[in-house]
């Protein structure tokens, strides 16, 4: 894989809390327009792994590259702002707001628009095209008009990813996107971030084997803080270790 193929790259990626080696020397490299799966058994750091990615948290040593640019000392703000957005986590959702209302809050804050809730309805109106644009690209436009505290839990999971596409990132993180949901609900989502993964690059850390193996280009098993596997779900569902360390512990 070149360079130019990559869109993030962690070399020796390493956190240690208080003598307790939580991510140890991980190498991960994501392509770019991939979607790319973080998995493990509860333990194995793959929360801490992507808190590390999407600078929730600072490396205790080794590298982070996106786009080709060390962002390894960066926050998550400034993370945002080149491109590389952690849905669910950096979202606003405002319960009281109608879907097309948070949509237009989101491409206000990317275009560096104060949030003057006070101002003139034709001067906010200038973003209600492209909101509805992005409210129907989740699959939201019959329900623009409800209020996100009506919404269903998962029709409410397809607004935060709406609010995150407003902010036109090059890469989408997502943190558990199934996680509580019904089963009808865990295939809409599915669909959806299947659709809205043209163009864009996707990692995701999800517990949901089933999501992962319809989802993913490529899977990064992680055990104990190290990488233990790493392929299409083909590969890393038949590896011995895999199996003991992830699918032999209960997870299904």
Same mark, same amino acid.
């Given at each position: 894989?070149?360079?130019?193929?990559?869109?993030?790259?962690?070399?020796?990626?390493?956190?240690?809390?208080?003598?307790?080696?939580?991510?140890?020397?991980?190498?991960?490299?994501?392509?770019?327009?991939?979607?790319?799966?973080?998995?493990?058994?509860?333990?194995?750091?793959?929360?801490?792994?992507?808190?590390?990615?999407?600078?929730?948290?600072?490396?205790?040593?080794?590298?982070?590259?996106?786009?080709?640019?060390?962002?390894?000392?960066?926050?998550?703000?400034?993370?945002?702002?080149?491109?590389?957005?952690?849905?669910?986590?950096?979202?606003?959702?405002?319960?009281?707001?109608?879907?097309?209302?948070?949509?237009?809050?989101?491409?206000?804050?990317?275009?560096?628009?104060?949030? *003057?809730?006070?101002?003139?309805? @034709? &001067? /906010?109106?200038?973003?209600?095209?492209? =909101?509805?644009?992005?409210? #129907?690209? !989740?699959?939201?436009?019959?329900?623009?008009?409800?209020?996100?505290?009506?919404?269903?839990?998962?029709?409410?999971?397809?607004?935060?990813?709406?609010?995150?596409?407003?902010?036109?990132?090059?890469?989408?993180?997502?943190?558990?996107?199934?996680?509580?949901?019904?089963?009808?609900?865990?295939?809409?989502?599915?669909?959806?971030?299947?659709?809205?993964?043209?163009?864009?690059?996707?990692?995701?850390?999800?517990?949901?084997?089933?999501?992962?193996? *319809?989802?993913?280009?490529?899977? @990064? &098993? /992680?055990?104990?803080?190290?990488?233990? =596997?790493?392929?299409?779900? #083909?590969? !890393?569902?038949?590896?011995?270790?895999?199996?003991?360390?992830?699918?032999?512990?209960?997870?299904?």
């Amino acid at each position: 894989m070149t360079g130019s193929d990559l869109i993030l790259s962690a070399k020796g990626m390493t956190k240690q809390f208080a003598g307790f080696m939580a991510v140890n020397n991980v190498d991960l490299d994501v392509r770019r327009g991939s979607i790319h799966a973080l998995i493990g058994p509860n333990g194995a750091g793959k929360t801490t792994c992507f808190n590390l990615l999407t600078k929730f948290l600072q490396p205790t040593s080794g590298t982070i590259s996106f786009n080709g640019r060390d962002i390894t000392t960066l926050g998550a703000s400034e993370i945002a702002r080149l491109g590389m957005v952690r849905s669910f986590q950096i979202s606003a959702v405002f319960p009281k707001l109608t879907v097309i209302e948070n949509v237009r809050v989101a491409l206000q804050r990317r275009r560096g628009t104060n949030f *003057d809730f006070w101002r003139a309805q @034709t &001067v /906010l109106g200038e973003f209600d095209a492209e =909101a509805m644009r992005r409210v #129907e690209e !989740v699959g939201l436009e019959d329900f623009a008009h409800h209020t996100a505290q009506e919404l269903s839990y998962g029709r409410k999971r397809a607004l935060e990813i709406a609010t995150t596409l407003a902010l036109e990132p090059e890469m989408l993180l997502l943190d558990e996107p199934m996680a509580g949901m019904a089963q009808a609900d865990v295939e809409r989502i599915s669909a959806l971030i299947k659709s809205i993964s043209a163009g864009r690059t996707i990692l995701m850390v999800e517990h949901n084997l089933s999501v992962v193996a *319809d989802l993913s280009d490529t899977i @990064t &098993v /992680l055990a104990r803080g190290q990488v233990l =596997a790493e392929g299409g779900y #083909e590969t !890393v569902s038949k590896d011995p270790r895999v199996i003991e360390a992830y699918i032999g512990v209960g997870h299904g």
